[in-house]
């Protein structure tokens, strides 16, 4: 109030409440790749994280898909000299899956992948499809670029300043060497645990075969991840078979040029086989002779529709072309079940015993007794379980972090529901930055802590049957301060919440009685 000199009437407003807690976003998914283009109105925007709501928001700034122009295949005979080599090497991200020859009428085929596995755009389609919304994404190269540790860690480095996003995802980590995925993943979860509000949800390398194939790639998972952070991050087995991309998207273009000959070999042992007479042997034979030719998607695109329509060779060849694009790591999945989970439950609710879209089977299918050494193993190292279940679907069936011998950060709900109270918390108090470190400031700053924990309780979050039970928050000498404290400076908060627990186990007792 100003100096009482002129007499008059003066007017004081005084605050009748506290300064309040705002909540922060909880599922904002932070994704690193490669995109086909990084650039909006001219301005670069690789290596720069950018907010998007919607894939129509990814379109505009990171461009499209890579398949028509930079996924390709090598398509041979199983018999052949040479065939399927390239998927030769163990090391190789998805080598086990090239290697497996597929029937194409009489003749055992093999398809190899070659180039670089960009795998962001179709993460994209599953976050969505799964339930996300609002995310980040950074771009560390174009399709034109190799896929590389340093370009990824170097993007995780770019989120340090972004404050809003809690859940990190990185799908093309697992199309890296097993060695270099691992430094990438041990990178994400350290990168969490240091910025504190923020969880990474990992992929299992070559998460797609079976545990009984040596070497196990669970067991060289959790052997391959060295970390003190344990607590921030979760894991997943096994790889989905998506309905992502269909059939009809893959083309001739997606063969290189010696595989195209193998094709055109095939489709004209079918037109004989098929018994058709001569001209409409003449008539494919014209369309069959285009497969060498044809150079750019838009003409492959009626080339495509062509074949599709007569041969059955063909049709083969494109359902299984989107079958091994189809076979996709379940993170960019989880990140949007995570967000569904959250909108509907809130964030203290697991994101388990949860249907997982656009998915149709499990790379690997788990027994009870498989899921038991996933769930609860000698090093600590949980990792989480997708199931199918007759009549129910594909769904998933844990919820721990990787530090699951911890009974404090054991479950994935525990631990983001801890980092939205701190954040939450951390953020409102930088409102009392250089107030006076007395009781005033303190009962505020109590009062303040204490109406967010209790909407948080009222709404699920905290259990206990009274608040009293569910929270307390202690601020003040004698409860969490000293005297030396106040005289350095500093305010300590104490603040105890007692965050729900799922229900992992549920134990049924029957037991008979006598007639009555």
Same mark, same amino acid.
């Given at each position: 109030m100003?100096? $009482?000199?002129?007499?008059?009437?003066?007017?004081?407003?005084?605050?009748?409440f506290p300064?309040?807690?705002?909540e922060?976003?909880?599922?904002?998914?932070?994704?690193?790749?490669w995109?086909?283009?990084? =650039?909006?109105?001219?301005?670069?925007?690789?290596?720069?994280?950018?907010?998007?709501?919607?894939?129509?928001?990814?379109?505009?700034?990171?461009?499209?898909?890579?398949?028509?122009?930079?996924?390709?295949?090598?398509?041979?005979?199983?018999?052949?000299?040479?065939?399927?080599?390239?998927?030769?090497?163990?090391?190789?991200?998805?080598?086990?899956?090239?290697?497996?020859p597929?029937?194409?009428?009489?003749?055992?085929?093999?398809?190899?992948q070659?180039?670089?596995?960009? @795998?962001?755009?179709?993460?994209?389609?599953q976050f969505?499809?799964?339930?996300?919304? &609002?995310?980040?994404?950074v771009?560390v190269?174009s !399709?034109?670029?190799?896929?590389?540790?340093?370009?990824? *860690?170097a993007?995780?480095?770019?989120l340090e300043? =972004?404050?809003?996003?809690t859940?990190?995802?990185?799908?093309?980590?697992?199309?890296?060497?097993?060695?270099?995925?691992?430094?990438?993943?041990?990178?994400?979860?350290?990168?969490?645990?240091?910025?504190?509000?923020?969880?990474? *949800?990992?992929?299992?390398?070559?998460g797609?075969?079976?545990?009984?194939?040596a070497?196990?790639?669970?067991?060289?998972?959790?052997?391959?991840?060295?970390s003190?952070?344990?607590?921030?991050?979760a894991?997943y087995?096994?790889?989905?078979?998506?309905?992502?991309?269909?059939?009809?998207?893959?083309?001739?273009?997606?063969?290189?040029?010696q595989?195209?000959?193998?094709?055109?070999?095939?489709?004209?042992?079918?037109?004989?086989?098929?018994?058709?007479?001569?001209?409409?042997?003449?008539?494919? =034979?014209?369309?069959?002779?285009?497969?060498?030719?044809?150079?750019?998607a838009?003409?492959?695109?009626?080339l495509d529709?062509? $074949?599709?329509?007569?041969?059955?060779? !063909?049709?083969?060849?494109?359902?299984?072309?989107?079958?091994?694009?189809?076979?996709?790591?379940p993170?960019?999945?989880?990140?949007?079940v995570?967000?569904q989970?959250d909108?509907?439950?809130?964030?203290?609710?697991?994101p388990?015993?949860?249907?997982?879209?656009?998915?149709?089977?499990?790379?690997? =299918?788990?027994?009870?007794?498989?899921?038991?050494?996933?769930?609860?193993s000698?090093?600590?190292?949980s990792?989480?379980?997708?199931?199918? !279940?007759?009549g129910?679907?594909?769904?998933?069936?844990?919820?721990?972090?990787?530090?699951?011998?911890?009974?404090?950060?054991?479950?994935?709900?525990?631990?983001?529901?801890?980092?939205?109270i701190?954040?939450?918390?951390?953020?409102a108090?930088? /409102?009392?930055?250089?107030?006076?470190n007395?009781?005033?400031?303190?009962?505020?700053?109590? /009062?303040?802590?204490?109406?967010?924990?209790?909407?948080?309780w009222?709404?699920?979050?905290?259990a206990?049957?009274?608040?009293?039970d569910?929270?307390?928050?202690n601020? @003040?000498?004698?409860?969490s301060?000293?005297? &030396?404290d106040?005289?350095?400076?500093?305010?300590?908060?104490?603040?105890?919440?007692?965050?729900?627990?799922?229900?992992?186990?549920?134990?049924?007792?029957?037991?008979?009685? $006598?007639?009555?």
């Amino acid at each position: 109030m100003k100096n $009482l000199v002129t007499p008059g009437v003066y007017i004081a407003e005084k605050s009748a409440f506290p300064n309040t807690v705002v909540e922060p976003a909880t599922a904002v998914t932070a994704f690193i790749g490669w995109t086909e283009r990084a =650039e909006y109105n001219g301005n670069s925007l690789r290596g720069k994280p950018m907010r998007l709501s919607s894939l129509a928001d990814f379109h505009a700034y990171f461009g499209g898909s890579p398949i028509a122009e930079h996924v390709r295949f090598t398509f041979s005979l199983a018999e052949s000299a040479g065939a399927g080599n390239a998927a030769g090497e163990t090391n190789s991200p998805l080598a086990r899956r090239d290697s497996t020859p597929f029937a194409v009428r009489a003749d055992r085929c093999r398809l190899v992948q070659t180039g670089e596995k960009y @795998g962001l755009y179709l993460a994209m389609l599953q976050f969505f499809a799964n339930g996300g919304s &609002d995310c980040y994404v950074v771009s560390v190269g174009s !399709f034109m670029e190799a896929i590389t540790a340093d370009a990824i *860690i170097a993007g995780i480095d770019a989120l340090e300043t =972004e404050p809003e996003p809690t859940i990190l995802v990185v799908p093309e980590a697992v199309m890296l060497p097993q060695e270099a995925c691992y430094r990438v993943q041990q990178s994400m979860l350290s990168h969490c645990a240091a910025i504190q509000n923020r969880i990474a *949800i990992l992929d299992v390398w070559d998460g797609y075969r079976e545990r009984s194939d040596a070497p196990d790639v669970v067991s060289e998972f959790r052997n391959g991840i060295v970390s003190e952070a344990l607590s921030y991050g979760a894991a997943y087995f096994p790889w989905l078979h998506t309905q992502t991309i269909s059939p009809a998207q893959m083309s001739v273009i997606n063969l290189d040029t010696q595989s195209r000959s193998v094709l055109v070999t095939l489709l004209r042992a079918e037109i004989v086989a098929s018994g058709a007479d001569e001209s409409q042997r003449a008539l494919k =034979e014209t369309v069959i002779m285009e497969v060498l030719t044809v150079a750019d998607a838009a003409s492959a695109a009626q080339l495509d529709k062509a $074949l599709s329509s007569f041969s059955a060779v !063909f049709n083969t060849l494109r359902t299984e072309m989107a079958r091994r694009l189809n076979l996709l790591p379940p993170s960019a999945s989880m990140a949007g079940v995570y967000a569904q989970v959250d909108s509907v439950r809130g964030v203290w609710a697991a994101p388990a015993n949860v249907g997982v879209e656009n998915a149709v089977a499990l790379a690997v =299918e788990t027994s009870d007794e498989g899921q038991a050494d996933l769930n609860v193993s000698v090093d600590g190292k949980s990792v989480n379980a997708i199931r199918n !279940f007759p009549g129910r679907g594909v769904l998933v069936w844990g919820a721990r972090t990787l530090d699951g011998n911890s009974l404090d950060w054991r479950h994935i709900n525990v631990r983001r529901t801890c980092n939205m109270i701190k954040q939450a918390i951390a953020t409102a108090m930088a /409102s009392l930055a250089y107030e006076p470190n007395d009781p005033t400031t303190w009962n505020s700053a109590k /009062s303040m802590i204490a109406n967010y924990l209790q909407s948080v309780w009222v709404r699920g979050g905290l259990a206990g049957a009274t608040a009293a039970d569910a929270f307390e928050v202690n601020i @003040g000498i004698g409860s969490s301060m000293t005297a &030396d404290d106040v005289a350095s400076g500093v305010m300590r908060a104490v603040v105890q919440v007692s965050v729900t627990r799922p229900a992992e186990y549920i134990v049924l007792t029957v037991s008979q009685q $006598l007639q009555t």
